[in-house]
């Protein structure tokens, strides 16, 4: 795949040698408060989290969590991307950012790439969001990208209301 490109931001696959990316993000603060502890600890773990989660996706769907890099300097920021889990009936569009890229609109132009390319290459016609309810700063991004409140879910383990969100594409 061709990354994806804006202004800023190149988006790309994950691979291997975003294993020591994947080990400080998953282990932020940040992270873990709003998105769970997924058990990644060292270069092996995100080994793993990287093969059976955005590889897997890319083999199977053709989309995943793609690695988010300034253009400037190559640095790798954050993820985002389109997910299709088994809890939910539609894709969803997740993302994380390191925290030192807060507040600088970058998870809103990468989100708008991957749902642009997400429309024109894989026929994309309904957009779910995921969030924790006190993630304001997502809740910000996910109403920006003009996704609607639907209530909220369970999901996780433990089991955790998520507020829900959709949009419909014409």
């Not at 003009?146 to 209530?151: I, M, V, W, Y």
Request: net charge negative.
């Amino acid at each position: 795949m061709k990354p994806l490109e804006t202004a800023r931001l190149r988006l790309r696959h994950l691979q291997a040698a975003d294993a020591g990316f994947i080990v400080e993000l998953l282990n932020d603060p940040s992270w873990l408060r709003y998105i769970g502890d997924k058990n990644v600890h060292n270069a092996d773990d995100a080994l793993g989290y990287i093969n059976n989660g955005p590889i897997d996706s890319y083999q199977r769907l053709g989309f995943g969590l793609y690695c988010v890099e300034r253009q400037d300097n190559g640095a790798a920021i954050g993820l985002c991307g389109l997910i299709k889990r088994a809890t939910l009936p539609h894709i969803d569009i997740g993302f994380a950012l390191l925290p030192a890229y807060f507040g600088q609109g970058y998870i809103l132009e990468a989100a708008q790439a991957v749902i642009d390319q997400g429309r024109r290459e894989y026929g994309l016609r309904r957009l779910l969001a995921i969030t924790s309810p006190d993630n304001h700063a997502s809740i910000s991004v996910i109403r920006k990208l003009g996704l609607q409140a639907q209530g909220s879910v369970t999901l996780g383990d433990p089991a955790l209301p998520t507020l829900l969100f959709a949009i419909d594409y014409d």
